[in-house]
């Protein structure tokens, strides 16, 4: 079996499933003011020295959450209406047109609800947003701007933001900015103080973590309403008794990250590139999407002209290679992808895509695995055509 | 054989997906996304198109061990099923969707859409039977005659024929929801579906009416061309239909009234005693061959809706299609519906109804 769908979610290091396991035996609510209670706390906290070290922030910065779902929802609304409160005049919030779910929903729901305008950055056919873009976006007075959102790393196609030059842009106009950041902690070294950024969206099971955990950086400056109320756990920002266990294996997940990422990167870019070259030779007329320099190292999305990419996914599950259509389904539908639709794709370019991505645990014979059974898979792909789904 | 399973996420499918796999094929499982817009959950008497079918299939397919995906096939009910429905019933022809369906999406757009992938053949939960006999794979009805749908499989052409499994045909309703049962399939006293699907409230007037512009016209007595009465639209109108008339006390005599015809053109409703909706000629249009044609002259047995019966016949091929001379006089034929042309158990073909009328001689 090859497993290439690493962006999805990565296999838990064995240093975080022991790290875990041990904590599940523990009884203590970080809260509770007992023994027990202090020891959950001293491991929650040490936990949270280890994610502010790897990500370059302060360990007060980090507001542990149930996943980058509910931190992106906590940063586009919470920022959002915190600085309207602040200031009724910030209505718009300019937010890049290749986010996530976990960040489009949000600001749909937001401009749905009447609550704010939307302005929505349009990238370049790599799927980046320029500092030009966003300067653009934000128009000749953006003084009613209450947030700017830009991904670090898109999920489909890889391509990676400046998220520095794009602060820069901001930064003049006093904006809050928030990225999100799950794709880029395994591939990328962040430093969230470099990155002039009041908050990033990190999430444990893109980095060999448990799932069901992850963390909003948030800048000590920056006002966030809350979303849920229960007893303000973190920072009066985020209620809920804290999952110490899974937190602690998120930490144990970023250390060995941060010890292995140097390695990992080269050995997994060297692989990555074997795969793309690999794919071509099999299917010439495959086209590679993204930026083939500023992106993952781990990731390969590709366009099969005339074959439906949940074919081509479900023929080669058949043969034991598992991997993405990039996109997301919709009742297990898989839509066009709208990432590559902001790109100047065609529906059924945004239709035929299949992305590889790699992870700490790949080698070569996933690879392989790979190029043995994409042949036929392409052959009835082809044959089967391009069926019209939901046009 | 690799075979494809088509999980409605109701009982009939899964059960006819576990026997195929345990007859040693190399199941796949996919559901079909037929809504563009499903609803979350279940209402009314229906077997498919919600998430939470799609989620029963799912299961359904998990208690089996066969991979499960789901197809969008949206866009092609929508026009091959749907679009035929409304523009049917827009000429006043009353239609039937679910033999639309199969033959222009299970059968067809799925059917090829799997064999361009590899598969050997499609297996769904439909009560019918293939026969392997002097023309090869025959459809035949089901051994139960109250769950018998091989009228709704009469417009399978013999490849599609060839290329399809019915796992189902030879057992009974309470057998199927007894395997289930003992399968472990969660769906198993999940309710039969019976309405229309993509009209989940039952009510296809209501629904054609927001799809159809009506306007109101004479209802008007086929025996003396009186107006009797006016009507909301002739379209949502049927021949043989009794109810929804609203003709208040329109007779002396107190016999029933019945639609007789629908002209849509002149928007008129004609009504009339049940003896004028007797016919005994059937012309039919656009047939189906499930194996060699009909003989002229042959004698054969025919059905003319769902759930109708069997009736002795004589057929003569036309240009276009079929004139079927009944034995006895049949009361409401709609034009439209399919006649479904059998030998014994065997469906012969299926050609839609253009018309019907009482011949000279009989």
Redesign the interface.
């Known amino acids: 079996m090859a497993y290439l769908d690493h962006a999805a979610t990565t296999p838990m290091f064995p240093e975080a499933i022991a790290a875990m396991t041990e904590l599940l035996a523990m009884p203590g609510n970080p809260s509770s003011l007992h023994a027990s209670g202090r020891v959950a706390r001293r491991h929650v906290e040490e936990a949270r020295e280890v994610v502010a070290r790897v990500l370059g922030c302060r360990p007060a910065e980090v507001v542990f959450t149930s996943g980058g779902t509910e931190a992106n929802n906590i940063a586009l609304k919470g920022i959002a209406w915190s600085e309207r409160e602040q200031n009724p005049a910030k209505r718009r919030i300019v937010v890049s047109s290749v986010e996530h779910h976990a960040v489009l929903d949000p600001t749909h729901w937001l401009q749905d609800s009447n609550e704010f305008d939307v302005t929505w950055v349009p990238v370049d056919h790599f799927g980046r947003v320029t500092p030009q873009a966003l300067r653009e976006a934000l128009g000749d007075d953006p003084s009613d701007v209450a947030l700017v959102s830009v991904m670090m790393a898109n999920n489909e196609v890889g391509t990676t933001n400046d998220i520095a030059a794009l602060t820069a842009v901001t930064r003049e106009f006093g904006i809050r900015f928030h990225t999100d950041a799950v794709q880029a902690p395994a591939w990328l070294d962040v430093n969230f103080a470099e990155l002039g950024v009041c908050a990033m969206t990190v999430s444990a099971h893109k980095v060999g973590g448990p799932h069901g955990v992850g963390a909003l950086i948030v800048s000590r400056d920056c006002k966030i309403t809350p979303l849920v109320h229960g007893g303000g756990q973190e920072r009066d920002i985020r209620s809920g008794t804290l999952d110490a266990p899974a937190i602690v294996a998120f930490a144990a997940a970023l250390d060995v990250v941060s010890e292995r990422r140097t390695t990992e990167v080269a050995r997994i870019r060297a692989l990555r590139d074997s795969l793309v070259e690999q794919v071509f030779a099999v299917a010439p007329d495959a086209i590679f999407n993204g930026d083939p320099e500023g992106r993952l190292a781990n990731n390969a999305h590709f366009t099969f002209p005339g074959c439906l990419g949940?074919?081509l996914l479900?023929?080669l599950?058949?043969q034991g290679v598992e991997c993405s259509v990039g996109s997301a389904c919709s009742?297990?539908?898989?839509q066009p992808s709208h990432v590559l639709l902001a790109m100047g794709e065609t529906a059924d370019h945004a239709r035929s895509t299949l992305r590889f991505s790699l992870g700490y645990s790949s080698g070569a014979s996933d690879v392989d695995e790979l190029i043995t059974a994409l042949p036929?898979a392409l052959e009835?792909?082809r044959?089967?055509?391009m069926?019209?789904?939901?046009? | 054989m690799r075979v494809l399973a088509a999980l409605s996420g109701g009982v009939d499918s899964a059960v006819a997906a576990a026997r195929a796999a345990e007859a040693g094929h190399d199941v796949?499982a996919v559901?079909l996304?037929l809504s563009?817009n499903?609803q979350s959950h279940r209402t009314g008497a229906r077997g498919c198109c919600t998430?939470e079918d799609?989620n029963d299939a799912?299961r359904a397919a998990d208690m089996i061990g066969a991979?499960f995906?789901?197809?969008?096939?949206?866009?092609?009910f929508q026009e091959k099923v749907i679009e035929d429905f409304i523009s049917e019933y827009s000429v006043g022809r009353t239609p039937n969707p679910c033999l639309r369906c199969n033959e222009s999406i299970k059968f067809e757009?799925v059917l090829?859409?799997a064999i361009?992938?590899?598969f050997d053949a499609v297996v769904t939960g439909h009560y019918a039977q293939i026969v392997h006999g002097n023309h090869g794979a025959e459809l035949h009805r089901a051994v139960d005659p109250t769950k018998d749908q091989s009228y709704v499989l009469g417009v399978m052409t013999a490849e599609q024929i060839a290329r399809s499994m019915f796992p189902l045909g030879n057992s009974t309703k309470v057998e199927v929801r007894a395997e289930a049962e003992r399968r472990g399939i969660l769906v198993a006293q999940k309710p039969d579906s019976h309405d229309i699907c993509f009209i989940p409230d039952g009510d296809t007037a209501g629904w054609l009416a927001r799809q159809i512009e009506t306007t109101p016209g004479d209802v008007i007595d086929a025996e003396t061309g009186n107006k009797v009465g006016t009507h909301k639209g002739a379209q949502a109108f049927t021949v043989g239909q009794r109810r929804g008339l609203a003709l208040g006390n329109p007779t002396g005599d107190g016999e029933r009234r019945y639609v007789v015809d629908v002209d849509v053109k002149a928007n008129t409703v004609m009504i009339g005693p049940p003896t004028l909706l007797d016919v005994n000629v059937i012309e039919a249009v656009n047939p189906r061959w499930g194996g060699p044609l009909p003989v002229n002259g042959q004698d054969i047995e025919v059905q003319v809706r769902a759930h109708g019966e069997s009736l002795p016949a004589v057929v003569e091929l036309t240009n276009d299609g079929v004139i079927i001379t009944l034995r006895d006089q049949l009361r409401g034929v709609a034009s439209g519906q399919a006649a479904v042309m059998y030998e014994g158990t065997r469906v012969i073909g299926s050609a839609t109804i253009s018309r019907s009328r009482r011949s000279v001689t009989a």
């Open positions: 949940d074919s479900m023929l599950d058949a009742a297990g539908v898989p036929v009835r792909g044959r089967a055509g069926p019209r789904g939901a046009a | 796949t559901h996304a563009r499903p998430i799609s799912f991979p995906y789901v197809w969008d096939m949206s866009a092609e757009a090829n859409r361009a992938l590899g």
